[in-house]
């Protein structure tokens, strides 16, 4: 009689062992941080750029503006290329696509091909997250979730406040194309690990194969033109209308009607298509849509603070690039320190409590930096940061793994996808918001002070009168020193009026943050993960 034969053994005997999970998440982490970091290394640059380039303030936007529309266009996509040709094969090409266009944009010299090879980069970019965040999802069980999270977001996180430090360095101690060369080395680095270490479970390929059969035979080639014509024509407003003065310029209020049109059209097609390209009935799950929505304005807030800081030390207290990136690093070594305690202590406490302490933490930070002024040290601003640091960690990981933890295995590429291009959106609208609010606080307060500043005012002319002394002691004739007088005057008035504007929206991006502690309610973790249980669940494969 034959031995009786283990189904298990049988069905495991030709498969390769099990790679470890940390290898499998340092190969992937490689490309995210790496995408991130280029989304702000760039803006450090811009002077650099312009002269070399010979390109104006309004042309050189385009090198970041590119980059961040061509991100944003292909993240809700790699969920659609993953079923058509492998998460693991996805992630390599967009690897190799953002290496290459790194090289590529380090030789342009000229504007048309660095904003060309821009976009190319922020097409391989932008297809490094959701593939990543899918592939950790996948990699580890679902007790250790909140770990898996908790890389992801520190690479998502921490490249953004990494990136103008980075960038700083470089092009004060070398040349602006080294911003993009440093690339190379260490993506070619991130491949071949890749190559070597990530493999796709048996199961998701499955439904993969399953998936791709049905989508290959009812492409919905619709569905991607309106959502990258949306896409598109949305980041472009975004990003340009501040600047164009938005609904003044007939670009910006048209793309906002296409934007519209587009994406309205492309919700009722993708809810009626037989294969849509994109998963958005996802959303009919209130604890993926809370998650989702809620950290979409975490970014909002985290991208605009990003922004607005250095502008801050930068041009009100004098910083230079360097030492505004440094100052900024507590804020990013805090998160490298707590962001994985959150992730062990996912299990334990409740992403309610997680989440809502985040909140109280990133409101309390901007109410401290809403204290800033001329006289505030290094230290006072290193506290604030380090308080909004904590906040920031407390929020990424329960609200990544919370809002994904209810989606099927098979469809966690998809909502990935719709994970990070919500995130992205909602950076964009931040710092649109805040950048704009800036600017018109700026231009208000500069004309109430200016009414104070009136000759024979009794605080006016002392410093006046001082100011004129000072510049006829330093050889200037009466008239110039008068003149020069009056312009100390004024930039002091300008500079004061920066202050109190920069204090006004850092004190309402805290007020607005505390608006969302009610969608808290809805981050639920299911029942097997509180529990810790490490099973996974059944995966269909047919649609």
Not at 108 to 130: E, I, K, N, W
Request: aromatic share 8%; hydrophobic share 55%; charged share 10%.
């Amino acid at each position: 009689m034959l031995p009786a034969q283990n189904p298990i053994t049988n069905a495991t005997a030709g498969a390769p062992p099990p790679v470890n999970k940390w290898l499998v998440t340092v190969s992937v982490t490689f490309g995210t941080l790496m995408g991130t970091i280029d989304a702000s290394i760039v803006n450090v640059a811009v002077p650099h750029l312009r002269g070399a380039l010979g390109a104006t303030v309004e042309e050189i936007t385009w090198v970041t503006t590119g980059f961040v529309i061509a991100n944003v266009v292909v993240m809700p996509l790699t969920a659609f290329l993953g079923h058509l040709f492998g998460q693991k094969r996805v992630y390599m090409t967009a690897l190799l696509v953002f290496i290459l266009s790194s090289a590529l944009c380090g030789l342009a010299r000229s504007l048309t091909t660095l904003v060309a090879f821009r976009f190319l980069q922020g097409l391989g970019a932008g297809a490094l997250q959701p593939t990543e965040q899918a592939i950790l999802r996948q990699t580890f069980p679902p007790k250790e979730q909140g770990m898996a999270m908790a890389v992801f977001g520190m690479a998502v996180i921490i490249g953004p406040a990494v990136g103008p430090t980075l960038g700083g360095y470089i092009v004060d101690n070398y040349s602006w194309p080294w911003i993009f060369f440093i690339n190379v080395p260490v993506g070619v680095l991130a491949l071949i690990m890749v190559s070597n270490f990530v493999r796709e479970p048996e199961d998701i390929r499955a439904a993969q194969r399953a998936m791709a059969a049905k989508r290959r035979a009812n492409l919905d080639w619709i569905g991607i033109a309106l959502l990258s014509i949306g896409l598109a024509a949305l980041q472009y407003v975004l990003e340009e209308g501040n600047r164009d003065d938005w609904f003044n310029s007939q670009v910006i209020s048209g793309l906002s009607l296409v934007s519209f049109i587009t994406l309205a059209s492309f919700v009722v097609r993708e809810l009626t298509a037989a294969a849509p390209a994109v998963d958005i009935a996802l959303f009919k799950d209130s604890v993926f849509t809370s998650g989702t929505l809620v950290g979409g304005v975490m970014f909002a807030l985290l991208m605009s603070v990003t922004f607005l800081l250095p502008v801050f030390l930068q041009e009100v207290l004098g910083y230079t690039a360097t030492q505004s990136g440094l100052a900024l690093m507590p804020r990013a070594l805090i998160m490298m320190v707590v962001t994985p305690i959150v992730g062990r202590t996912y299990n334990i406490l409740s992403p309610r409590l997680v989440v809502s302490f985040g909140v109280i933490c990133v409101s309390v930070s901007t109410w401290l930096m809403s204290h800033y002024t001329l006289a505030t040290s290094e230290s006072g601003i290193i506290s604030a940061l380090l308080v909004q640091g904590v906040g920031f960690s407390c929020l990424f990981v329960p609200l990544t793994t919370t809002a994904l933890s209810r989606i099927p295995r098979h469809k966690l590429a998809d909502a990935a996808g719709l994970n990070s291009v919500v995130r992205f959106i909602g950076g964009s609208i931040g710092l649109a918001i805040f950048a704009t609010l800036l600017t018109r606080h700026m231009t208000v307060v500069q004309s109430v002070l200016g009414t104070h500043v009136v000759n024979g005012s009794p605080t006016l002319m002392p410093r006046l009168f001082g100011a004129q002394r000072m510049l006829a002691q330093m050889g200037a004739n009466p008239a110039a020193a008068h003149d020069g007088a009056v312009r100390v005057i004024a930039g002091a008035v300008a500079r004061q009026s920066a202050v109190i504007a920069f204090e006004q929206v850092f004190l309402l991006t805290g007020l607005s943050f505390l608006c969302v502690l009610p969608l808290v309610y809805f981050l639920k973790r299911p029942a097997h993960t509180a529990a810790g249980a490490g099973a996974r669940p059944e995966v269909p494969v047919e649609m």
